[in-house]
């Protein structure tokens, strides 16, 4: 029951905290039977909160059990499907009761019921896949050790793909792979349980790769994030059919490509390149302008239809600024003053925003019941959620038709400077054009 209420309240609040969500062949989702999910790793709770709210089916976690202490806590955690598992690194003592977690984990899914493990064990946010366990591998293997490989198990990898996860109304894309059904790994299961379970591993590790943007080489991750907010914009002009989220994974996947192997081929080049790009986009934000308004200048100018929207639209904006200004202050306030480790910020927030909207909501419709009737206070509290998000929106196309009218300021007072930041992005686009040439020319022949 509580797993339920909080599923409703997280995907509101989710909803809330993204700017997008895409989730893409989520139909690959068994809709029966034991099932593992499998997914990278890069934003502490935040990971499976987004998971769970958007699986029909209920998923129970594997979590750390240092969290599981205290006997309220416990409790608690075990209401919300959670089940502890003990890290020698950092519980040596409780190790031992592992046998007993996995054991309980086969019951699972001897019931048909899913899990969800995060075989790299531990959350960091970057762009990278680190080594994963063979937790999820020995799970599965096992419970089906147990039922002579014919209960069915399968692992579902999932690649998710965050813009920033720790920045509000940021994006993120999620990737479901291909199911790895267990019951082809029973021969080797049965002659070796160890290389098997490491087999397994690696065949994980191998599709999350796939569904996910990976920079191994920490060095070039500034870059990518450069030619990314460049570039991206420019390729995907050329693409048709598929969604944008969709379309920024696959671009994103071939330039961090590109440039490993432009780096690899011309390694000054790419310091003087990469040195170029960031002068030019300090540049921009000096005079408080994006690469947008230099591309298209003219976008924002003079639409009919964004003029309606600020003007029709601005008492639904008051609206909805009022009534939610307080609780956004109050989290941002909090979100700043409580210290925590990069990964888990993004998790802070939308538990932070969770809790104090859902109290302010329930204070607001007492209080306005009491001055009206009941009915009225449940019309009025109704009314709260869609019209912050409303209001978010309002703000984002504001400063976006802000932006374009500081170009137009700029490039009347300033046309000589416009003029020749649009020469260096040219200079800049022809270099990209180029390696990206060099890239598909090796591509091709390779």
């Known amino acids: 029951m509580l797993y339920r209420i909080f599923k409703s309240l997280f995907y509101l609040a989710v909803k809330g905290y993204f700017r997008s969500i895409h989730l893409e062949d989520k139909k690959h989702v068994p809709e029966h039977g034991p099932l593992i999910f499998v997914a990278n790793h890069t934003s502490a709770f935040m990971d499976p909160i987004l998971l769970a709210v958007h699986i029909k089916r209920p998923v129970y976690f594997l979590a750390r059990g240092e969290a599981f202490k205290s006997k309220l806590a416990s409790v608690f955690f ?44 531990f959350s960091k946010t970057e762009r990278r896949l680190r080594p994963l366990k063979t937790g999820a591998a020995r799970i599965g293997l096992g419970a089906e050790d147990q039922h002579d490989f014919n209960l069915g198990v399968t692992i579902m990898p999932i690649g998710i793909n965050y813009s920033n996860p720790h ?88 330039i961090v490509k590109a440039v490993t192997y432009y780096k ?67 989290v941002k306030f909090l979100s700043r003053k409580v210290r925590v480790r990069k990964d888990f910020i993004g998790s802070m927030k939308l538990a932070f925003g969770m809790f104090i909207f859902l109290i302010f909501y329930i204070l607001l419709a007492v209080m306005f019941s009491f001055q009206t009737k009941w009915y009225w206070g449940l019309l009025f509290v109704i009314t709260l959620y869609p019209s912050g998000l409303f209001c978010l929106n309002y703000i984002k196309h504001y400063y976006r038709r802000k932006g374009h009218m500081t170009y137009g300021r700029l490039y009347r007072k300033r046309k000589t400077t416009i003029q020749k930041l649009r020469a260096r992005r040219k200079k800049i686009l022809d270099e990209l054009e180029s390696g990206r040439q060099l890239y598909l020319k090796q591509r091709i022949l390779f």
């Open 167 to 254: 920045y509000f109304r940021s994006d993120v894309y999620v990737k479901f792979g291909d199911p790895i059904h267990l019951e082809n790994y029973k021969e080797d299961y049965k002659a070796d349980p160890f290389s098997t379970a490491q087999e397994l591993t690696e065949t994980i590790k191998v599709e999350l790769e796939r569904l996910t943007v990976i920079v191994s080489d920490k060095k070039l991750d500034q870059l990518v994030n450069d030619i990314e907010r460049f570039y991206r914009s420019e390729l995907r002009e050329n693409l048709h059919g598929e969604h944008k989220a969709a379309q920024d994974f696959y671009l994103s996947r071939e």
């Open 264 to 330: 690899s081929v011309k390694p000054r080049a790419t310091m003087m390149f990469q040195e170029k790009i960031s002068n030019y986009l300090d540049a921009l934000s000096r005079l408080h302008i994006s690469d947008a308004e230099i591309r298209q200048p003219k976008q924002y100018a003079r639409s009919i239809r964004h003029t309606l929207y600020f003007v029709l639209g601005l008492p639904i904006f008051l609206y909805g600024f009022i009534v939610n200004i307080l609780p956004y202050q109050i």
């Open 78 to 121: 075990n209401w919300l499907h959670m089940i502890p598992i003990f890290r020698p690194e950092i519980s040596p003592d409780e190790v031992h009761k592992n046998e007993q977690i996995f054991q309980r984990c086969f019951d699972h899914l001897s019931k048909g019921k899913t899990m969800m493990i995060f075989p790299e064990g």
